[in-house]
């Protein structure tokens, strides 16, 4: 005879029912706050809703396969669960109440005969498991976390290179993942724009923020394969609201224009994710005679970020991530060359000298901008399997690839940075795996004061030329 044991637990938390809603219904989250879950996967592609699939891999070794089958928005979903140990019926009912939300959730559990004689203390067993749930769950929908420190275990780790260096990898990740709190934060009604969005990195913080309900706006150069991206991004999260514009970044011209586009629109921007990036070798140069690791990777964030400085202050919260790389830990500035004239060119170097730039002015700009609430942070994503390091760096993607991330796990800490709560407590720091890391690691690559008074005024030297040729070019 089998046996069926009833779980009802009941938990309320100070959140609006649509967060509340939008957080639990995507199932797949659920290995954020159930301390047996290892792993949550949706099976399906769009909004959740009606016949969403989920797989749920528990840590002890066995996977369930959850299915929606009744569905009411921000009331009540029914699920049924196979595995080869049980089967179930979880139903979660949602209401408002005058503290915020209530949530029952009342699974079913079906045991066959042979399992279920095994052990009498099944009950109890499952009674503790479903208390230890909610209260996981409870703390999610809480949010009250603190943001990670940086400890001095990470930067002496970062300073004996290996062990930095494995960080780095897809270990480094999973290893990383254990310590992390759940991200129970809404986006919806916040602007996010992406650059960079048609592949690898971007594209999945891009889906990610999507999934979490902004409004995004992505930024790639080629028409055909951004509007692609945006209605891939759109088929896989329902979310709608994605737009596309187009620019080539690495020209001050087409970044004058986006900001210029985006500024007519006068709406807030929450967050604007820094990430168009790409490796040059041999040194060349754009149309507008700049070398192009220098304006793609540097004078471009810094003049988009610039230009919208109006909208973030708009938000009153906004958020700016920086999408850095762990090479610019071998470089200093030299705002002497910032165009790598001099000397032996190499891609490398020039690429991390830009990130290192970049690094700079995080900094500066969360110091100049804190009084707006803009919170400016940078951000490492560890060797990330994307079509950019396969072309850029063949041989290391060969011997790597292995060991390689996903562009998800890569832009997990983008979208942490641009959306959880705790990480808008803190401000002009280079995170990986949403840990503090320090931005320098040799003391040989430190700037100086004047160091950085003379980037920003060669930035501003630039800002006030690419304004110029606009104006030119408007009146001509
Ligand atoms: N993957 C890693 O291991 C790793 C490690 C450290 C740092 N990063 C950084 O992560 C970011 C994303 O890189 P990824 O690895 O995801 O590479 P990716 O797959 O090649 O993505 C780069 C993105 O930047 C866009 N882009 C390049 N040049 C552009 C331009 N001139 N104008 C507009 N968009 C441009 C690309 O557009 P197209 O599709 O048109 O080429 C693409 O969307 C970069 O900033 C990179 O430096 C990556």
């Known amino acids: 005879m089998s046996r069926k044991i009833t779980l009802d637990e009941t938990i309320e938390v100070a959140r609006p029912l649509h967060e509340v809603f939008a957080y639990v219904s995507e199932f797949s989250r659920i290995e954020q706050w159930d301390p047996a879950v290892a792993r949550g996967t949706r099976l399906t592609p769009g909004a959740p809703g009606l016949g969403s699939e989920y797989r749920i891999d528990m840590k002890a070794g066995f996977s369930l396969h959850y299915r929606v089958v009744e569905w009411e928005a921000e009331r009540r979903m029914l699920m049924t669960v196979d595995s080869r140990l049980f089967t179930a019926r979880e139903e979660i009912l949602f209401s408002a109440t005058a503290r915020g939300t209530r949530l029952r959730y009342i699974a079913t559990f079906d045991f066959p005969a042979p399992l279920a004689a095994m052990s009498r203390t099944f009950p109890s067993v499952m009674d503790r498991v479903g208390k230890s749930t909610m209260e996981g769950l409870q703390r999610a929908l809480e949010d009250n976390f603190e943001p990670p420190r940086e400890s001095s275990a990470t930067a002496l780790a970062d300073r004996l290179l290996l062990p930095g260096l494995c960080r780095f990898t897809r270990l ?31 594209f999945a913080a891009a889906r990610e923020l999507a999934a979490l309900g902004a409004r995004v706006t992505i930024v790639g150069r080629d028409p055909a394969k951004t509007e692609h991206a945006a209605r891939a991004i759109r088929a896989s999260t329902g979310n709608l609201q994605v737009a596309f514009d187009i620019a080539d970044l690495s020209l001050m011209a087409d970044v004058n224009a986006l900001a210029d586009r985006l500024l007519a629109t006068g709406e807030p921007l929450d967050i604007l994710v820094n990430n168009a990036g790409a490796l040059f070798n041999p040194r060349q140069l754009t149309a ?7 304006a793609l990777l540097l004078l471009s ?14 938000a009153g919260s906004a958020r700016v991530v920086n999408v850095l790389s762990g090479g ?7 705002v002497d060359d910032l165009q790598s004239r001099n000397g032996r060119y190499s891609g490398s170097a020039a690429y991390a000298r830009a990130k290192r730039g970049l690094m700079i002015l995080t900094e500066e700009w969360a110091e100049k901008w804190r009084d707006d609430g803009i919170v400016v942070n940078a951000m490492h994503p560890g060797w990330a399997d994307t079509p950019g390091v396969e072309s850029a760096l063949p041989a290391f993607y060969r011997s790597t690839r292995a060991a390689l991330r996903s562009p998800e796990e890569g832009a997990d800490t983008i979208v942490w940075l641009g959306a959880a709560t705790e990480a808008g407590k803190v401000s002009g720091k ?10 320098h690691v040799f003391r040989h690559t430190r700037e100086t004061p004047e160091d950085r008074r003379r980037l920003l005024e060669a930035l501003g030297g630039y800002l006030t030329s690419t304004r110029t040729a606009r104006r030119s070019r408007r009146q001509a």
């Open 430 to 439: 280079f995170w990986l795996d949403r840990e503090q890391h320090p931005s």
């Open 172 to 202: 480094g990740y999973r290893a990383a993942r254990k310590r992390w709190k759940p991200v129970s934060a809404w986006l919806g009604g916040r602007h996010a724009l992406v650059t960079g969005a048609t592949s690898g990195i971007g």
């Open 288 to 294: 507008e005679g700049l070398e192009k690791s220098f």
């Open 328 to 334: 610019m830990y071998s470089q200093r500035i030299d």
């Open 301 to 314: 964030p810094w003049l988009l970020t610039e230009r919208l400085h109006p909208l973030l202050a708009r």
